[in-house]
T-cell receptor, first 109, second 117 residues
Framework: GQNIDQPTEMTATEGAIVQINCTYQ??????LFWYQQHAGEAPTFLSY??LDGLEEKGRFSSFLSRSKGYSYLLLKELQMKDSASYLC??????????WGAGTKLIIKP | GAVVSQHPSRVICKSGTSVKIECRSL??????MFWYRQFPKKSLMLMAT?????????EQGVEKDKFLINHASLTLSTLTVTSAHPEDSSFYIC?????????????FGPGTRLTVL
């Protein structure tokens, strides 16, 4: 079957750096998305990786290794507003999005 | 970026009534729209995929007669929860894929919180 694994919850300190990992086993691969979702709101797009390597976008970076079935989202200079759930989603061979359960990130002062 | 609206944002209804939720792509043509359901502290659960002008494809375990989906135009899809019951209470989110995009990003609507009494 298809599977996306990411930690359920992480805690970090304001101003610090945190890395959220995502591993996947899917039927085919056509890209990986990271979304941010605040409680009670819809997800918002953060990043898309389809080739191996690191994509940097401001305080957020996303890394992909297709051979390892692994991605991470790196958040730098954490702010209180970064407290949210972070969802990893993989596009499979049918171009369907397979969603991870999300990682709840708690930022402490 | 592309904008997707969803209406209503919140609805409370009595058990047995039907509720219609609209999803609109405001500044692009959405060849494909998706309907998700999300339970508290859980990830998104895909209910169905709809392509403009054709019948929706429902995920396993989703009752097509209970969750009616219509995608009549390239900018509008509707989800009707028929004869709603308390267990249908959930956060319903639609998303749309821009056919002109070079990759497969989905743009999400703000969601509809349904409460069935």
């Amino acid at each position: 079957g298809q599977n996306i694994d990411q930690p359920t919850e992480m805690t970090a300190t304001e101003g610090a750096i945190v890395q959220i990992n995502c591993t996947y086993q899917t039927s085919g691969f056509n890209g990986l998305f990271w979304y941010q979702q605040h409680a009670g709101e819809a997800p918002t797009f953060l990043s898309y990786n389809v080739l191996d390597g690191l994509e940097e976008k401001g305080r957020f970076s996303s890394f992909l290794s297709r051979s390892k079935g692994y991605s991470y989202l790196l958040l730098k200079e954490l702010q209180m507003k970064d407290s949210a759930s972070y969802l990893c989603a993989v596009v499979d061979s049918n171009y369907q999005l397979i969603w991870g359960a999300g990682t709840k990130l708690i930022i402490k002062p | 970026g592309a904008v997707v609206s969803q209406h209503p944002s919140r609805v409370i209804c009595k058990s047995g009534t039907s509720v219609k939720i609209e999803c609109r792509s405001l500044d692009f043509q959405a060849t494909t729209m998706f309907w998700y359901r999300q339970f508290p502290k859980k990830s998104l659960m895909l209910m169905a995929t709809s392509n403009e002008g054709s019948k929706a494809t429902y995920e396993q375990g989703v009752e097509k007669d209970k969750f009616l989906i219509n995608h009549a135009s390239l900018t509008l899809s509707t989800l009707t929860v028929t004869s709603a019951h308390p267990e249908d209470s959930s956060f319903y989110i639609c998303s749309a894929r821009d056919g002109g995009q070079e990759y497969n990003e989905q743009f999400f609507g703000p969601g509809t919180r349904l409460t069935v009494l």
